[in-house]
């Protein structure tokens, strides 16, 4: 996008356009103090029984993978400036799981930007997220929707 994350507004979200943005990586201890604390499943918290499980070793928590990925959104794709709130997203999937070590990178297409129909000093933009391994694998995608300010 050219217009920097601390002076874009909604006429900056071009629909269309496809931005990618990266990385993060996760740790086996991030994996585990994340999955302890909040997803206590034993695919994500207990080595032996995830080895013999059916993804072959631990994976992270779907919801830490939301993490990383709002993370990354939050770092370099959502206005620092104009970025008023989400009311929610779409089609939430983790095809794909994430393992210890992987190497995360953001996709964003955005497909709409529409003036709001109640508040015209905003906009809606609906964004297809995707966050892809470092096999170009897609491992989390989602449709969000935000409503950024327009520019004074």
């Known amino acids: 996008?050219?217009?920097?994350?601390?002076?874009?507004?909604?006429?900056?979200?071009?629909?269309?356009?496809?931005?990618?943005?990266g990385y993060a990586?996760?740790?086996e201890d991030e994996l585990l103090d994340f999955a302890r604390k909040f997803d206590p499943q034993p695919m994500h918290i207990d080595p032996a029984y995830a080895s013999s499980g059916p993804f072959g070793g631990l994976i992270a928590s779907g919801w830490?993978?939301?993490?990383?990925?709002m993370r990354l959104l939050a770092d370099n794709y959502l206005s620092k400036v104009a970025s008023l709130a989400s009311p929610g997203v779409d089609e939430l999937r983790w095809p794909h799981p994430v393992r210890a070590g992987d190497v995360l990178r953001l996709r964003?297409?955005?497909?709409?930007a529409r003036e709001s129909r109640s508040k015209?000093?905003?906009?809606?933009?609906?964004?297809?997220a995707e966050l892809l391994n470092q096999d170009d694998v897609v491992v989390m995608s989602l449709l969000a929707v935000n409503m950024v300010a327009k520019r004074p």
């Open 1 to 21: 996008m050219t217009a920097p994350i601390d002076d874009r507004w909604f006429e900056d979200y071009k629909p269309g356009a496809v931005y990618e943005y």
């Open 25 to 27: 990586t996760l740790t």
């Open 64 to 69: 830490h993978t939301a993490g990383l990925m």
């Open 108 to 112: 964003v297409e955005i497909v709409e």
């Open 120 to 128: 015209p000093d905003r906009g809606v933009i609906r964004t297809r």
